[in-house]
């Protein structure tokens, strides 16, 4: 029995002031194509389907979409959660209807914790939930972490499962030890949000969804998939891609992984304005990514961001290096401004701060010449 | 052929700040059981299923679990189209598994007018639209109101329309002569936002939302069904039914009304205060309801909202007659106020405007003294 395993598509998700919503489009048009060429017998998605709980409306069309194209004309059942992300309620509806063509959606958790059958395999759908919700459900006053909360839910589980069949976990959590991204929202302010690992230990497979990294944590039977997209330069190293799990009737399983190539890579770039605006620098690489640039000049530089636009159009965010001597310069600088200087004096620190230059006898004439000529038009006014 | 007509449930709904959710639960559950009574081919809504493009999660909640009684565990056809309240994409969201529940949901204008076929009857659904929007998807450019829109949505329909047949349209548009009521948002800012009555001429019968009476035209075969429950106090006074059609092959019709009972209703009561807390008034009422409570009292009343409230727990709005005389001497008032009078002067004015009564020289005397105390405690602050 094969399925696929992916999370956290963030549809409506945005990224430095830019929709993403083109971009997820194109990516799950190639997923789609996927989907059509493995013929898996479920495709899994393990929570964050929206980015937000009110999602833009074009984003509701993209899901409602890609969601028919593989559960309907493609006829492979899907198997989805609610995520933090998510409104389970707003996710949910529909859901009861769902179910005739072999679309499991669990949007909001319920005491049922029945799993849906496919081809020999167990899937048991845990979307996210706020451990009061759990408390509250399960008539459990003891509950008050995620780990209590998901230890209470795998215990209502096991009552009825039989350990003997392929039994996977679709859950959307923060396992100890995963390695966090930024784009991933904090599940618990104040304590740690972290479930442990060992608590999947029944599982043959648990196909998890919140962090954004397939490489997040490192264990034979529980899975990140990762994010669809990079959703913050923090993941602009990651190698996102699809997982591919062919399970055994023993619960033993193969596992392999697919990348898809996006609209637009997410990358750092750095160094001199000079440097990346020389083409022998950009002719090499697909200038239309999302970037994060950082300048290492340490001078004044006129409009930097409008200058490399015309060569990279989605710079989404630029950043300068100051090295420390700078920083030490800036903060002088910050003192001075509360003293009283002539403004010549100011003006001569400043331009020796941002130019790196000396302001020579010529330029101090010049500016002495500017500064009175300023004086006496104020005088007449 | 038997089918339902129903139209603007706008769950969701607040009402001088209360969720109308659990009335519309209440009756909704009523709803589900007259049709598991009637046992119809067909329900229509004829839009404003919700109260607005994002509705509270309780309401989602509730529609979802309200149409999966009628069309799974009741097994009956659903006609519903968006209205100018709902999110035409949010409310398509899922359209196409629904169809084969013989769920027919159409939240969004598209290009295909081609009808759903119930027992022997075609439905053709026209949810409401922008006229900038059928426009667009007409490529019209001559269409700028809401009847240029319908016009050219109706000849669309008509190409392939069989006249011969039962064809019923189910729409959301205020048709010209139709009644308004306070709940309803106009459809245009300036413009009329009508649609002519005539342009409906070729349908057996037209099922509308949009107007909240079920009065709300007089017209043969062109009907609104009316709100699910009272939304404003200027329905107070309508009777609100749903519309039962029993439609036959050569596309004539019975029609009869049915009307369930709402948790509370919604009126107005007006008299003096002592009269609406006598016993022998409210004793014969049903106090629970949702009132707005006119009081013909002219004098000062000390908190009447709260006494009220003992009696009547649902007071919504409460207002005060105000004969003219009252309220040329109100204006007198406030001009007072912009005037130099002592506190006494001003004051007597106040009592005598308030009470009705005279401001009597024993009256003046204890006010004065009391002014006195009040700046002898000031000066000594």
């Given amino acids: 029995?094969?399925?696929?395993?992916?999370?956290?598509?963030?549809l409506g998700k945005l990224v430095h002031g830019v929709y993403m919503t083109e971009d997820q489009r194109y990516f799950l048009e190639q997923f789609v194509e996927l989907v059509a060429e493995e013929k898996p017998d479920a495709v899994v998605i393990a929570g964050d389907l929206y980015d937000r709980s009110v999602p833009p409306t074009d984003a509701v069309e993209l899901l409602n979409e890609m969601l028919?194209?593989?559960?309907?004309d493609l006829n492979t059942p899907i198997v989805a959660i609610g995520g933090n992300h998510d409104s389970a309620e707003?996710?949910?509806?529909?859901?009861?209807?769902?179910?005739?063509s072999q679309f499991y959606l669990s949007g909001k958790?319920?005491?049922d914790f029945s799993p849906f059958h496919i081809n020999g395999v167990n899937f048991y759908l845990v979307p996210y939930a706020e451990p009061g919700l759990v408390r509250h459900l399960m008539e459990d006053d003891s509950i008050h972490s995620h780990d209590d909360a998901m230890k209470r839910i795998i215990g209502k589980i096991e009552e009825t499962m039989n350990p003997d069949e392929p039994n996977v976990l679709v859950g959307h959590a923060f396992v100890l030890g995963g390695k966090t991204s930024d784009s991933e929202r904090t599940l618990s302010v104040g304590g740690s949000g972290c479930v442990s690992a060992s608590?999947?230990?029944p599982f043959s497979y648990t196909a998890l969804g919140h962090l954004h990294s397939p490489d997040a944590l490192k264990h034979e039977k529980i899975r990140y998939s990762g994010s669809l997209l990079k959703y913050s330069f923090s993941e602009a190293k990651q190698e996102k891609s699809i997982s591919i799990i062919e399970m055994k009737e023993n619960g033993q399983f193969d596992l392999r992984t697919r990348s898809?190539?996006?609209?637009?890579?997410?990358?750092e770039i750095a160094g001199y304005l000079a440097e990346l605006m020389d083409p022998g620098f950009h002719n090499n690489q697909d200038c239309g990514?999302?970037?994060k640039i950082t300048l290492h000049d340490e001078g004044a530089l006129i409009d930097?961001?409008?200058?490399l636009r015309q060569i990279y159009p989605n710079v989404l965010h630029l950043e300068r290096k100051l090295a420390i001597t700078d920083m030490k310069k800036k903060s002088t600088f910050t003192s001075l401004k509360e003293e009283k200087k002539s403004e010549l004096e100011l003006f001569s620190k400043f331009y020796e701060e941002m130019t790196t230059a000396d302001f020579t006898e010529e330029k101090r004439s010049m500016m002495a010449d500017i500064i009175e000529q300023v004086r006496k038009e104020e005088s007449l006014k």
Same sequence: chains 1, 2.
């Fill in 90 to 100: 707003r996710l949910s509806f529909g859901s009861s209807w769902y179910k005739k």
């Fill in 68 to 72: 028919f194209k593989i559960n309907v």
């Fill in 289 to 291: 990514d999302y970037l």
């Fill in 199 to 201: 608590l999947f230990e």
């Fill in 109 to 111: 958790l319920n005491s």
């Fill in 260 to 267: 898809l190539k996006p609209n637009k890579d997410m990358r």
């Fill in 304 to 307: 930097p961001i409008n200058k």
């Fill in 1 to 10: 029995m094969k399925f696929i395993h992916t999370a956290d598509w963030h």
